[in-house]
Structure formats: structure tokens, C-alpha cells
């Protein structure tokens, strides 16, 4: 029998309620497809950790997550803490550490899913934004001086590299070429940022030469806001900065529904280092312990893991769990029309693996 390791990492807020439901929907479809086993090791990193501790993590917390086949995390965040402190602390530090720098977000609309567009559904949303997730506008460089004077100062320095921008940009030509429409449209906004994001620009030019059957489309960030509404079937993969990505993936789950339903990976391709999925809603404190948060997400999350893992069949089958439990309308969270709990939906879904 494949035998995995899964670091858990529930986190935050709903984090701590959506997790163990995916671990529940992943032992069903163990159970049901039989062949692979997951064994998951829990840590209880994050807010309430720090604040017994005073640390996200530990600081060798990296070097004990790596012996893992993969990370499944929840959220990070905590309305009494600042929001750089918890990020930086957990999330970002495992994201630098495995150079996990190709950060996945598929977005679809599921059918039974009502869309905030007129008159779009199934088929109208199908798209993968690849973020670049070590460096760009979240390096983590810069810094402040002269703190609490009227000179202060704060910097914050967006950092391309060239084997950074190669890297990513080879990484989502790839899976364009992948996809069906072999569509790839590039993010910029090289006429506002001369530097980074012209070489940005340039390197996507050369990696355009290496994949002459992957079609090319630059937009600027601002138009590409426009084009997901105005015309959402005009595009297909999409690659972006850290900054440009992380805003757009979130817009891109807000049209097919819910940030409820919206996966993350985050993805060290060269598998030197564990990769780590987690649902992209954050921790959503204003509905934690309600028992009422969607666990769609970590449901495409745990899916998104399964296929890294080697296990497509049971990605299959969870993502085709998901699309009759949205098609039938009975069992849906309320962030997408629904009635149903937590629980409900994650028991309608393991229903539905057979």
C-alpha cells in the first residue's frame, strides 16, 4: 500500500473547523478507493501557539515539517494580533523555506453555484492563476527608520530575479500547454513599474520562444480586473506576480461564488521540499465556532494534494463528490445559497463518493 506522511497545520479561525473536515472526506475516499494510506501528524502552529509560546512556529519548525509527503494547512490570522506578525510567522515561512514558488489557484464555476455575473455559469469561469510566491512585492525586503519621528521612513522593494521570473513563467507555460486551449495571458504593469516588471515583460518574451504551441496575451493588471467580468471566457491559465496574483485569485473566487470553494497550492515543482494546499479564504474569524463554514474549499484543497501525490483517481472522485453535491442544491453552505453546516456539507460529500 502508498503510504503518505500529511503534516496538518489547522492553524486560525475556520482553519481549525475546515481541516479536520478535510481529513474526514480524505479517509472516506481512502476507504473507498483503497490502494494509498495518508497519515496525518497534527501541530498546533499559529495564533493561540504564539501566544503561549511567543512564536508562529517553532524555529526549527521548518526543518521538522520536511521528512513530510505534504502540508495541509488551514488559515493564519487573528483580529488581535498583527496581520504582517502572523503572516510572516507561519505562512511565508514555510512558502520561503520550501521555495514553494509556484502558488496554483484553479477557479471554476461548479454547477447548482449561483455566480454574482449575470447570466454566466459552467463553463463561463474556467481558469488557473499560477502566482509567483517567493519574491516580487513579498520578498520581505526593505525596512523603516527614524520609527515615530515625522521623518520616518518605510520601504517596502519589490525583487525580481531572473531565475525567479524563468522559473515561474516556465512553470505556467507548462500547464497551458496542459489545458485544452493552450491560452496563457501574462500579468503586467510594466508602463507604471520600469524595472522589475519590464523584465518581467522581457522574460516571458523569451520563455513564449521555448512553447511556440502555448497562445500569448499580455494584459495590465488594472484591465485584466476588467476583462474577468467582462469577458471571462477569453481566458484560460493566467501568471502573475505575488501582489497581482494574490488580488486577482481572490476577485476570480469572489465570480465563481464564494472564497468558500477556492483551493491553493503551494508548489515546490522539483519536490526538493513538501509542498503545502490550503483553502485560499483565510481565517474568517467573524464566522469561527458558528459551525457554519464552507469546507468546499479544503475539500478542492485535499484534492489538489491527492494529485500532487501521485493519487488521481481519488482526486477524481473527490472532485466529482464535489460537483453533484453543488449540482443537487440540498446540502450547500451558506456562502453559496445554502442552509447546511459544516458537518452537513461534509457528509452530503462523502455521500456522494458512492
Known sequence: MRQYRIAVVPGDGIGKEVV??????????????????????????????????????????????????????????????????????????????????????????????????????????????????????????????????????????????????????????????????????VITKSNAQRHGMVMWDQIAREVAGEFPDVTVRKLLVDAATTVMVQDPRSLDTIVATNLHADVLSDLAGALAGSLGIAPTANLNPERVFPSMFEPIHGSAFDIAGKGVANPIATFWTVAMMLEHLGEKPAADAVMAAIERVCREGKHLPRDIGGKAGTKEVTDAVISALG
Open 20 to 185: 479536520p473536515e478535510g481529513l474526514r472526506l480524505l479517509a472516506a475516499v481512502e476507504a473507498k478507493l483503497g490502494g494509498f494510506r495518508c497519515e496525518p501528524t497534527h501541530f498546533p502552529w499559529g495564533s493561540d501557539y504564539y501566544r503561549s509560546h511567543g512564536v508562529m512556529m517553532p524555529e526549527d519548525g521548518n526543518e521538522t515539517l520536511r521528512p513530510f509527503s505534504a502540508i495541509l494547512f488551514g488559515a493564519v490570522g487573528d483580529p488581535e494580533l498583527p496581520d504582517h506578525l502572523t503572516l510572516w510567522g507561519l505562512r511565508l515561512k514555510i512558502c520561503q523555506g520550501f521555495d514553494q514558488y509556484a502558488n496554483v489557484r484553479p477557479t471554476r464555476i461548479f454547477p447548482g453555484v449561483p455566480s454574482p455575473l449575470a447570466n454566466r455559469g459552467p463553463g463561463d469561469i474556467d481558469w488557473v492563476i499560477v502566482r509567483e510566491n517567493t519574491e516580487g512585492e513579498y520578498s520581505g525586503a526593505g525596512g523603516r527608520v527614524h520609527t515615530g519621528l515625522p521623518i520616518e521612513v518605510a520601504m517596502e522593494t519589490s525583487v525580481f530575479t531572473r531565475v525567479g521570473v524563468e522559473r515561474v513563467m516556465r512553470f505556467a507555460f507548462r500547464l497551458a500547454q496542459s489545458r485544452p486551449r493552450r491560452h496563457l495571458t
